[in-house]
Structure formats: C-alpha cells, structure tokens
C-alpha cells in the first residue's frame, strides 16, 4: 500500500530556521508483514471452507435435488470438511419429512470456525506493529 504523507513541523522560535512552519512531502511505502500475509491466506481458506458447510446445511433444510450437479458438488466437497465430526453425537441427522438438519455439518461449522480462531491468533504474533 502506497500512500503520500505531509507533515508539518514548527521549528522553534529564535533558531536559524526560524521561518516558520516546515512542510515535508514524502511516499510511503508500506508492505504487509508474513503475519499479516498468513492471515489472509488462513481467512480465505477457512471462508471458502464455512461457505460450504453452510450452503450444505441450507441445500439438506431445503431437501434440494442431490441429481442436481451443482448440489452434488457442494454436498460431495462438503462432506469432506463435515467427516471429521461424524459420530461425535449419538445424532448425525435430524429429518422431517424430506428435509434434513445435518447436526454434524453444524458441529463441523463450529470447528473449523475455533480452528481458523487458532491460527488467526498463531498468525497475529508474527504481525508488525507499527511503532507511530
């Protein structure tokens, strides 16, 4: 990120630069640090990851047509994300009717969710702090 900076100085009085106020242009220049760059890179993945999950439990709510290629996809890329959880509860699945609340989808959701937590923080000790 570029950005331009004036600052304006008052020389004190009774000096040889007496002449008032000094203004100095300059460019900064300032670059994200490997903290910064580690946590956008982990806020991507974990997004793209509880996008899924979500659209996962929304399409099994709205019993949506698993021939449908599109559903297919998110419910097959999902479930890779949602295996890890199942079986935690002694109720993977709640169903009524022809839809169905993904339990295991939601716990899912909350783990990767405390995970991305995790190393957000892991990442933020490696963050610059500006010292201004």
């Not at 008052?10 to 000096?15: Q, V």
């Not at 242009?25 to 903290?35: K, M, Q």
């Not at 022809?98 to 892991?122: K, N, P, Q, R």
């Amino acid at each position: 990120m570029t950005y331009d900076e004036r600052v304006v100085r008052d020389e004190e009085p009774g000096t040889v630069y007496d002449r008032g106020p000094a203004v100095v242009d300059r460019r900064v220049t300032r670059t994200p640090s490997g903290g910064e760059i580690a946590a956008r890179i982990v806020v991507l993945l974990f997004g793209i990851i509880q996008v899924l999950i979500i659209l996962r439990i929304v399409l099994l709510l709205l019993n949506a047509r698993e021939g449908n290629d599109l559903v297919s996809f998110i419910l097959n890329t999902s479930q890779i994300f949602v295996a890890p959880f199942n079986g935690m509860l002694n109720v993977n699945n709640l169903e009524s009717g022809g839809s169905v609340l993904d339990v295991a989808a939601i716990l899912a959701l909350v783990g990767w969710t405390v995970l991305e937590a995790i190393l957000l923080a892991a990442a933020g000790i490696f963050r610059r702090e500006s010292t201004v």
